[in-house]
């Protein structure tokens, strides 16, 4: 087949890019982040990802540069952090500890208990894709933006009586990243691009001449080959390698090394691959070429069918596709469907003002499509930073921290109708019970598995950073707690019955582990810490025995294994015995000020940081349901004391966690005025990414999570509607929400009054539904829709 005439692209891409659907209007669109200047720096830059592959887009009209990710790509290799010292040390450590002697255990933990090495593997950049343009500045009618409901960022700007526009987003159907290049006028598209890393790798190109019955159409490829880095002596053990391959519409294609220089195209399409040698935390035998091979030639196929074939490109609208499969589950209108005509920096700046409600809707949004792009079944879970980083050397590596960051990622993920995004969190802790077998072991010569505070891409499970942050033992059973919440949301048997052995077997560490107090013989953790808070009966150390929230953990954990155990029909005698130790577990207490203690003892006003990130005590009210406002007044009390105690600006997670709370103390006045500090610019970055600050995307995930609470709450079998609705929203809709015991639920009010709700039964269970002081007990066959407007 001839070459297709030019004229005819060129009124293709007139079509595109002048249609209401191709060319952004001016305004911003609902579900839309829009600017008006390229990104400055990495926090203005624009996230994508298909679950594996990320990039941050920057969209500068002379240089656009994408900084890529690949979620297998980190430092080190298959390694053993345990110390075979700690075993012999454990005793002496918990004596020092019951004695008082907390500076001393601090040592005996620092020198003899900790993992080696002490520091886990990092997450790492895979590198640069830079496009160089022959652009001369300044542009006109530029826009850079990111259409949350496509998953496609798109940057456009006219420069010499041309309009140029370039598409880009992270295919999970053809596991590629897609760069579409086009001009309102024909042979506009010259660049040329190049790719640049930080890791040990090469670059080359690679040229394919096609046969003349297909148009003699030459395609040129970049090809980077790599090994992943060292850290802390362990060696890196992975190769990877990037391929970035050029797909032009008529102009010429001119090879350098490591470069490739297009000229006079009508339009161009850019489809990059990368993969690692990563199988699994202890195989790294795979084959990166042959994977980056084929999804090239996959994505391929579909841009020669749509050019050279009389077919389609149906590479868009399969990403559109299965985004949408996700991400419409859900609306949430605030006040209007109309959002503030300001680019979204601006929003920011301006959203206490009051003036823009529907931005928090747009924040919320904008959480589950981070959690769509970073956390897709077959990938690897959620990071500190999701699936972008642009180092080798991130903050706190940008790993998996378990005292609460890792938690928090999903925490919206079933009240936000995102279930399946949990599957590569249930797939890593089912991996971290069989690593934390070994630490079980050597550390605490118990049965059973555990981890402590942090965890990386080979699953390490020893106590690591010093003994004030990793020595505690309660990381892969809080982690347990997301996998139950699982199974609450959706009435999954089969996911149960793949998840109990882990549960199974975290519970029987502790058994075996948890030790007798001296004062009231409570069964206590020991050693011990409340989360990266300095016990106020030390000098120096966090260790302790028994804080509160491992009581707290403990026990939902034993309770869950009772639950499951009867639920699945088997270990009866098993049940009995965490049963009993369940029983005899510290309960918590109510401290001289009305505070909930947070250690044994009543000190937390001797803290040196009252003020301090974080509430980790506060887990029994939420993420936990052990405190309720309904059931358990005085506790909740409790909780609203120290919270007062704690004050309510903190990092941009710990922000997020106390609007959870105060939502489950059903005070949506409060809860909001805490959000309306996390979307301000001191915790929201311009590409609306939290700020710790520096970048962690756990305050995204929170802030949502806690958006949804205060609409709808579904624990302790009772499904609360608009339990901490604010003012500030009194008019709005939100549909799809899902509920625990099998729900979907939508929600309209107006004048801050309850108008309608509708629960949809998925798995025709029982249900109290709530709303203020009315409740009412419902059973809603299986498939049948029950709505109520709260009387």
């Not at 309009?163 to 086009?182: G, M, N, P, Y």
């Not at 080798?392 to 079933?414: F, G, L, R, V």
């Amino acid at each position: 087949m001839p070459t297709p005439p030019r004229i005819f692209f060129a009124a293709l891409a007139a079509l595109f890019l002048f249609h209401p659907a191709g060319r952004a209007a001016d305004k911003a669109a609902p579900l839309t982040l829009y600017y008006t200047s390229p990104a400055a720096k990495w926090t203005e830059a624009l996230p994508i990802g298909n679950g594996r592959l990320g990039a941050m887009i920057f969209g500068g009209a002379d240089h656009e540069h994408l900084q890529l990710n690949e979620g297998t790509l980190w430092a080190g290799g298959p390694y053993d952090p345990n110390n075979t010292n700690a075993l012999a040390a454990l005793p002496e450590a918990r004596q020092l500890i019951f004695d008082g002697k907390y500076d001393d255990a601090f040592t005996v933990v620092n020198q003899k208990m900790m993992a080696v090495p002490v520091r886990e593997m990092p997450y790492e950049t895979l590198g640069d894709l830079h496009l160089d343009f022959p652009v001369n500045l300044p542009v006109n009618d530029y826009r850079r933006d990111l259409n949350l409901d496509t998953a496609v960022a798109s940057v456009s700007y006219t420069a010499n009586g041309v309009h140029f526009k370039r598409e880009i987003f992270a295919s999970a159907v053809d596991q590629v990243i897609v760069i579409r290049l086009t001009a309102d006028k024909p042979g506009q598209i010259s660049f040329t691009a190049g790719m640049t890393s930080p890791q040990k790798a090469d670059t080359g190109v690679e040229i394919n001449i096609r046969s003349p019955s297909l148009g003699a159409i030459d395609d040129a490829t970049l090809v980077m080959n790599g090994t992943n880095g060292e850290a802390h002596g362990i060696k890196g053990a992975l190769k990877f390698q990037a391929r970035v391959c050029l797909l032009p519409v008529h102009g010429t294609i001119t090879p350098g090394t490591n470069k490739i220089s297009v000229a006079g195209a009508d339009s161009v399409t850019l489809l990059i691959a990368a993969a690692t040698s990563y199988k699994n935390y202890h195989d790294v035998t795979g084959n990166p070429q042959a994977i980056t091979l084929k999804q090239i030639e996959g994505a391929k196929d579909k841009w020669l069918n749509a050019h050279f074939r009389d077919g389609r490109d149906t590479t868009l609208e399969d990403h559109i596709a299965a985004h949408q499969k996700l991400f419409r589950r859900v609306q949430l209108t605030l006040e209007t469907d109309e959002p503030l005509n300001l680019p979204t920096d601006e929003r920011i700046k301006n959203f206490a003002n009051g003036n823009d409600p529907q931005f928090a809707a747009l924040y919320f949004q904008f959480a589950r499509y981070l959690l769509i792009c970073c956390s897709r079944p077959g990938g690897q879970p959620a990071t500190l930073q999701g699936l972008w980083n642009d180092s080798m050397t991130p903050p706190w590596d940008s790993k998996y921290t378990i005292n609460i960051n890792t938690e928090m990622n999903y925490w919206p993920a079933e009240t936000c109708n995102l279930s399946e995004c949990v599957e590569p969190l249930t797939q890593m802790v089912l991996e971290m019970a069989e690593t934390g077998q070994r630490t079980a072991k050597i550390h605490y010569g118990a049965r059973g598995w555990v981890a402590h505070h942090n965890t990386d891409l080979w699953r390490a499970t020893a106590p690591v950073d010093g003994p004030n942050s990793g020595m505690w033992p309660m990381g892969g059973a809080w982690l347990l707690q997301n996998l139950w919440e699982h199974y609450l949301f959706t009435g999954d048997k089969k996911y149960l019955a793949k998840i109990y052995p882990a549960m199974k077997g975290s519970a029987q560490f502790y058994l075996d582990t948890l030790i007798e107090e001296p004062t009231h013989h409570w069964l206590v953790t020991c050693p011990s810490l409340s989360p990266e808070n300095k016990n106020p009966a030390a000098t120096k150390t966090s260790l302790c025995a028994g804080p509160t929230m491992d009581e707290q953990i403990l026990r939902d954990l034993f309770a869950n294994c009772i639950a499951a155990s009867e639920i699945l029909g088997k270990d009866k005698k098993f049940a009995a015995q965490v049963a009993a130790a369940r029983a005899r577990l510290a309960p918590m207490q109510v401290g001289s000020s009305g505070q909930l203690q947070e250690w044994l003892q009543d000190i937390d006003l001797q803290s040196r940081e009252l003020h301090h990130r974080h509430v980790s005590h506060l887990y029994g009210l939420y993420p936990s349901a052990q405190i309720d406002v309904n059931t358990t007044p005085e506790l909740a009390a409790a909780v609203k004391k120290s919270l007062e105690i704690r004050g309510d600006q903190a990092t941009g997670w710990a922000t997020a966690w106390r609007i959870n709370l105060w939502a489950r103390l059903h005070d949506g006045d409060h809860a909001f005025g805490i959000l309306e500090f996390l979307l301000s610019p001191a915790r929201t970055f311009p590409d609306m990414f939290d700020a710790h600050p520096p970048f962690q995307i756990d305050g995204n995930f929170g802030g949502a999570a806690g958006i949804a609470e205060m609409l709808l709450q579904s624990q302790n079998d009772e499904l609360q509607i608009l339990p901490a609705l604010p003012k500030a929203w009194a008019n709005g809709s939100v549909t799809g929400l899902r509920a625990r015991g099998g729900f979907e639920v939508d929600i309209t009010w107006k004048d801050g009054e309850l108008a309608n709700a509708a629960i949809h039964s998925l798995n025709g269970n029982p249900i109290r539904l709530r709303y203020g002081g009315t409740t009412k007990f419902m059973k809603v066959k299986k498939g049948e829709t029950f709505q109520w407007d709260g009387k």
